[in-house]
């Protein structure tokens, strides 16, 4: 068996084939971005990539632009409304996500962006938060892949394990709501909690957790400020920007809201195929050089997280 992927591991064409298939998989409406990691992983780990250079173009490139098409699906307005019935417990969760995720980072001690990127994307809004990060922090593909991985496995556990949990807790829906916004890491994931456990607690859920995503842009300016030292054009994430303006776009706009759903597909679709590209660096070496230490801190960070917000969601709300 060795022998036979050795003898299509050293075959251009073969590999071109499988990368180019896998690639055009992650387009396809069934798939989804932890799919399209983890083909890409999978692929690191069997094959060898036919375009290293391409590669990391598509990678870097798409990241940037999902983020901004990630824009057109927030509200400012009603973003601003939900969130002040809660600013502080959001305020507190995401300083207390991103300082205890350093500590955690610093005791194991992981690589700096690596733990920075995982903690974002606890803090936050998992995936999109460490795409937003990662140029902030220039962080390098596989620095990338290891904290999505890190991020979408525990993405996953919290998918099914949450709605289980506030049953057996006899949460509100209303308490759901905030616990799930403030825990689990990816949109995609509190939104899919939310809808199992409940409609108003989907309601909830969603519109604070796309609340807590505006702090994707203040979290990428300060990062692409502590990398170098000081503000420049050239340091700060122009296509935090873009955010800025697809959001006000489709706030005040709403001529835009016809696109949203092509807006939509292009930023979870274009956030699959760069995992995919990502996902595709990470080969058996960099697996075995990083170990399981950055999976235990995000374990660890996000546990902690989980059991906090949870009491203070039965106490607030």
Known sequence: MKKIISTINQNPLINKVIYTALAIITLLPFTNSVFALFSGILFAIFFKIPHQELNKKISSNLLKWSVVFL????????????????????????????????????????????????????????????????????ADEKQISVAMGTVFILNAV??????I?????DLTQTQFGWWAALAIHDTSAVIGAGQAFGEE??????????????????????AAV?????????????????FIGAVILNTFVPAIHEFAPVFNFIAHKGLA??????????????IKKVGIRPIFQGLTLWSVISIVSLIAVIHLF
């Open 273 to 286: 195929l760069a995992l995919f590209a990502i996902g595709c660096t990470l080969d058996v070496q960099s």
């Open 201 to 222: 607690a989907l309601k909830v859920a969603t519109t604070v957790k796309l609340t807590r995503a505006l702090w994707i842009v203040p979290i990428s300016l300060i």
């Open 71 to 138: 824009g057109f699906g927030l509200n400012a307005k009603e973003a601003i409304e939900t969130g002040s019935e809660g600013s502080l417990i959001t305020f507190t969760s995401i300083a207390l996500t991103l300082s205890f995720g350093a500590i955690i980072g610093k005791k194991l001690g992981l690589d700096k962006t690596i733990y920075r990127l995982i903690a974002s994307g606890t803090a936050i809004c998992g995936g999109s938060a460490i795409a937003a990060m990662a140029p902030a922090l220039k």
């Open 158 to 163: 919290a998918l099914v394990v949450f709605p």
């Open 165 to 169: 949990v506030g049953h057996i807790m």
């Open 226 to 242: 502590s990398s170098s030292g000081k503000l420049k054009l050239s340091t700060m994430p122009i296509f935090i920007f873009g």
